[in-house]
């Protein structure tokens, strides 16, 4: 059979930051590592040496599995710590809430309390009234608070909110969960090292995201302890994420963390990001930003007319369609000629 | 950050085909994907040109789904065409039976009836008196037949075999999953185009196999029909099994296919897998071969005191231990000089 | 073995209509079928009067199943007609949110939508943002409503907001489930036959309550034709609710048909409840209603330093410790008496 | 509306024990149950009681939760003490195999290896062979085995070997389940104390049957220690197994026990099955008697061209068509006088 290799080149999207490619030192990672044969899930040099690197990072009593993707993270990693009549206490703009197709509810068969969000955080005063419930048969017992860091509007819990956060789970025999798909922006932001803006606040289990900074495939869970994670690995193998060529995921992980190279791209896109928002305020008047600006995401209200003509020039997601607001993201190789030229099509567009 | 890159070098492994790594034809087809931004979740040009490169090989009304993993494939595949009050029959040696952790069940909520396999197959005789079950609410409803294709136990089924079950299966309103993680290996027996061996005699569902085979990771899930797979895009993103930056996978098969990659690996191995056992018939007469072999495993029984000599010298699993039966396996990048080292350590511990 | 049967008298509870017992005529009628051997799980005479009845009383193309309690009947009917990645919208008081321990999650698997209520109810304006969803394989796929009546709140949704709710949802490829926990208080408070104020109005699956209106146990879950039913049998047994000795629960539902007892006995306790309003209003001016009283609940604000007094001499509910609300329900056993001796003691520790 | 309550008369089933309906003396107990007012959901002085005599019977340590049915029991038990990755090992013949439509898998998620079984049991010979799993992600783990006292085929444990698998159990960390639908009938044939038989063998779980012996409807669910009925409460709610009437199944039981009814039933029934044997082998020669008669089942070889004939003379279910396999049961109300018109009617058909 004779494929035709498909030929096509495209502009930067500003769509998501999942849109980008591999950046060039994984890639290379995955080729150093292809090489012999190596026992299949896990048990070899690249992914203990990864496995090493990641106890190095988060505390010598962390414990971590690769799996495949985000949504398989945190579902594996919701699973590993509640039972079925627990509850999970989030925000209804949380990614397990609304764009993982259900996911959390099928696999951990708990009850998700979605609560209000504030600019995509959560706070301790909300979760106070399901304490009522603790020992109640009647009602899903909370378990678990599940927050995103950066959060899907792109904002950053401080390390003091997450603390307090945590320490209110804590007192009440709960446990916390961070969605870090885009931890590596949160980290850029609050120039901080990983550890201290997670376990160090006292969070439970990390989804620690590689894949929308420059991986092709891969991310972490990471458990604040062996017993958190006891039953981790049955539970991964169970809910389809333990990869057999392992090594491949390790491996981009070992070059991620190589020379920082994780915290590079991500400053690269927030960086972009906030260039991006000055160039819209100085070009666009048309464009309103939506959201404060403190990752890789800018949100902005456009003219509602205009709106779809812009998306047909370069397509990105509506966030809001009644109040016009769409989001706008930048990636680990988003250059400042990108956001010239993109910025440029969209005054084109804005100004006829 | 430091990484320390490990430096290893290891023999060829006879434990799995899954110990292998990437085919260079592979590796070089994820960089040429490698270049600006796309769409992600499979709205980019490799995955299309992939998905109507499946259709050209299955068939024009068959419908396909990218996943990571063979047991992602499975279960989405059984998910998709179930209720949780169905059972799925199969055999008590297949994958989804004993090397799952109890996905299926997990995910389907269906029960697995586990038959006694005949040379890793299963025969429709064995099925008749599950028709007793049908309407009667006590019972679960018999729904799908899984079959393995080559078998776990290395055998192949000829079209013959596949469509005697497919037309008992189609005949009682059931459908027929086939986990085809190593077809590639069954046709390279056969010497039959995929479509003749699978939709050609019934398949309903197929997971179609890539890693064992050459690939770094994805699966193909294909449907016979589009009524079949009406759930299927829902049900991938429920499992976690939607790649965000799918184009890799893509790009992957893309290789797979390019004349013909995927049968000349397949084609290799298996016949590494008759040269292994004409060399253990030649060279070591305390090993015994202990099931026909018909594409790339090579079941044996080893003495008993020194099996474990042997496994320390080279790792492989054990199949039976009462029987003393273990499994060695060839891939697509064994050599005859792999063989010939191999059989020649294994002979220097069996005459000591 | 000598068993000490317990001595004891109680006042009448008004913490909730499932304080009280069965009603005498429906203790008869367990009696009455109390006869001879018949055969077990429904195919007995009694069942297939009961299911008679139901046909006449909810249109001749619905199909009836009989389960043990209102949980039983609300997953069991949202199990049969939805798939794992659908989701469900409902109100933030809805039983199914609230007071069944996470039941609709791990049986249906889907996920549920909490929408703030207006006075317990639901309206279709705040479902149309989730039809953005439909399609796209990120989001749960909105498939069902689910509402209360009478409400959570002692509220009565009119005929009118039902058909706008199902018109709503029939228009975009979804059902309407309705847990009628109490339907026959809502039934005795709008005067209308319940057929017009369900299936009429275009609900799907109903959860018709008996229990908490003078059953010992047994609830009907009524689909509103057979397509809608085709899988409720192997659900029901799946989910544990087939009763063997279903002849009582069957003539129980005779019993609670003949002579429109259901009527009368939600009629009374309805009456009740608007009695002890007044007499509340009368006699208790530290006491004021919360809600308007539409069927056998009175949400009331007390006194917070009272509260505890009142409840520690006739337990019953808090509603919203913060606003200090409780509620008072009252049962088809309940008379006039009960009520006045229940604002009595009540007066008594509030003037105290 | 107006009622046509059922004029109906029956012969004797020999179908199945729960064909016959609620000993006297229980419906007398639901009858004095039923005044007043009492806290739903268990907090009532029957249940009080009722658990206080559990506790004298099975032990000070042991915790009992009262459900609805024998699957509700089964499931909800194994639900408590396992995780969605564990494997329940139990025979192929086992109620929760082929008779709960599935509800095991669904429920608890987890995996149900089928063994052969020899005349209905177990013996932990064949559980060794899945202690290899254990440890080992790919396979479920190895966590319950679950028996059936007096098995599906009215065959009896004896304790000793009840206690040589709970001790195999114990020794390698696992737990032991009984499905107890018939233990009193096994406890009739024993002539020992229900807690000899249970948990003085080291049963961990233990579904205790009511409904088959006497009860209109209830189980009760029976757990060795507060630690294995941790998650029990939660469980059962989700599982919609807790009754809001409480006290009527907690009425059931205490007259179940009052002056050891329990036991007369199941000895009667069983007295009962024996003197059907007996008739059988003296009246009707061309009827084989299938499976030793240690309870209250009869298994049979009828003549294959009459037992259509024979069946629709007076129902009863085929055991195994292909060997014309039938089983006979006897209830706690059985009759001499019923075996002798049953064996005449049978007699008359057979001989003619």
Redesign the interface.
């Known amino acids: 059979?004779?494929?035709?290799?498909?030929h096509?080149?495209?502009?930067?999207?500003f769509?998501?930051d999942?849109?980008?490619?591999?950046h060039?030192a994984i890639?290379d990672a995955?080729?150093?590592?292809?090489?012999?044969?190596?026992?299949?899930?896990g048990d070899d040099?690249?992914t203990?040496?990864a496995l090493r690197?990641f106890k190095?990072?988060f505390g010598a009593s962390t414990e971590t599995f690769f799996v495949?993707?985000?949504?398989?993270a945190n579902?594996?990693g919701l699973?590993t710590i509640t039972?079925?009549?627990?509850?999970i206490l989030t925000t209804d703009t949380a990614h397990i809430?609304?764009?993982?197709?259900?996911?959390p509810?099928?696999?951990t068969?708990?009850?998700?309390?979605?609560l209000p969000n504030t600019l995509g955080k959560l706070s301790p005063r909300q979760l106070y009234?399901f304490l009522?419930y603790k020992g109640i048969?009647?009602?899903?017992?909370p378990k678990v608070v599940s927050i995103t860091q950066a959060t899907e509007l792109g904002t950053v819990y401080t390390p003091e909110e997450i603390k307090e956060i945590c320490d209110f789970a804590h007192q009440n025999n709960m446990y916390v969960h961070l969605d870090g798909a885009r931890i590596a922006n949160a980290a850029a932001t609050l120039h901080l090292p990983l550890k201290a803006m997670t376990m160090d606040c006292g969070v439970d289990v990390l989804s620690f995201g590689g894949?929308?900074n420059g991986m092709?495939?891969g991310e972490a869970l990471v458990f604040a302890s062996p017993d958190l994670a006891a039953?981790a690995?049955?539970?991964?193998?169970?809910?389809?994420?333990?990869?057999?060529?392992m090594?491949?995921i390790s491996a981009q992980f070992?070059?991620y963390?190589?020379?920082?190279l994780w915290l590079q791209n991500a400053t690269c896109a927030n960086r972009m990001a906030h260039y991006l928002k000055s160039a819209i305020q100085s070009q666009l008047p048309e464009v309103r930003i939506a959201k404060p600006v403190e990752s890789n995401a800018v949100f902005v209200y456009l003219p509602k007319n205009k709106a779809p003509l812009l998306q047909k020039e370069s397509?990105f997601y509506p966030w809001d369609?009644?109040s016009s607001e769409y989001r706008w993201m930048t990636?680990f190789d988003t250059t400042e000629q990108d956001i010239e030229e993109f910025v440029s099509r969209m005054k084109k567009i804005l100004s006829s």
């Open positions: 059979m004779k494929i035709q290799w498909p096509c080149s495209t502009h930067k999207s769509a998501s999942n849109n980008s490619g591999i060039p890639l995955i080729q150093r590592a292809n090489h012999g044969h190596f026992v299949a899930y040099p690249y203990q040496e690197v190095q990072i495949y993707n985000g949504t398989g579902v594996t699973s039972k079925t009549f627990h509850s809430v609304c764009d993982e197709c259900g996911s509810e099928k696999m068969g708990c009850s998700l309390k979605q009234r009522e048969e009647h009602h899903s017992q894949t929308k092709a495939y039953d690995l049955f539970v991964r193998k169970q809910h389809a994420q333990l990869a057999s060529k090594r491949f070992l070059a963390f190589d020379q920082d397509f369609q009644d990636s």
